[in-house]
């Protein structure tokens, strides 16, 4: 038997407000108490709600989402990613639109102009190199733009991550500090990464083989 559709009174009545007030945070949740907007955030993420665009009492109605790209599905540390911007996003009314470019620039580019397409509330990148195109299409967007896993200094971008550089330099100072000379660097096969490039320059930095 096919379960009964939840309805904008089974979340009003959860969260202790009025169909009406549920319709409007729907359609514009700037326009409803924020107290109120996270109750009902809070709601319509416990139970899974989703409009139902086939109903007319849904036209126009817009979920607000939250580009995401990647450069792999295959890298764990992007899976764990993903469910901590989920695990916000969600609780705050927000869906996420998750897309790959496979380290790929040229790739990323193209995803950057698709996502934005979908007139996404903000984007979440996980490198900080851009072509020059792609930084335009950023630019214009007047989104907020999160840069994350490096630390960086782009204008205009909110910015949460680390130093890859020092931590390749505190890595290889104390390996040296504990009489150790014959250093060994593994690197994964990733040209875009901040990792590939930070690593071996800490190297020449103490001027050994990288």
């Not at 359609?27 to 709601?43: G, H, Y």
């Not at 916000?88 to 990323?108: C, I, K, P």
């Not at 840069?147 to 680390?162: A, H, K, Q, S």
């Not at 130093?163 to 504990?178: E, I, P, Q, R, Y």
Request: net charge positive.
């Amino acid at each position: 038997m096919k379960a009964q559709r939840i309805t904008l009174n089974d979340i009003a009545a959860l969260a202790g407000v009025t169909k009406m007030t549920v319709s409007r945070y729907l359609r514009t949740p700037d326009k409803v108490k924020p107290e109120t907007a996270e109750r009902i955030a809070s709601v319509i993420a416990e139970i899974g709600y989703e409009p139902d665009p086939d109903n007319p009492a849904m036209i126009g109605v817009v979920v607000p989402r939250i580009g995401v790209l990647i450069p792999s599905f295959h890298n764990q540390i992007f899976a764990d990613l993903l469910a901590g911007i989920e695990s916000v996003t969600a609780a705050h009314g927000y869906q996420t639109l998750v897309v790959n470019y496979d380290y790929d620039r040229q790739r990323e580019e193209e995803q950057i102009a698709a996502v934005l397409a979908f007139n996404v509330k903000g984007l979440l990148l996980t490198e900080s190199a851009h072509t020059l195109r792609a930084d335009k299409y950023l630019n214009a967007a007047k989104i907020p733009v999160a840069e994350v896993m490096g630390l960086t200094d782009n204008p205009g971008r909110i910015n949460v991550g680390f130093d890859n550089f020092k931590a390749g330099f505190d890595m290889t100072n104390m390996l040296l500090a504990s009489g150790k000379r014959q250093i060994r660097l593994f690197l994964a096969r990733c040209p875009t990464c901040a990792t590939s490039s930070a690593t071996p320059a800490t190297a020449r930095r103490w001027k050994m083989p990288g």
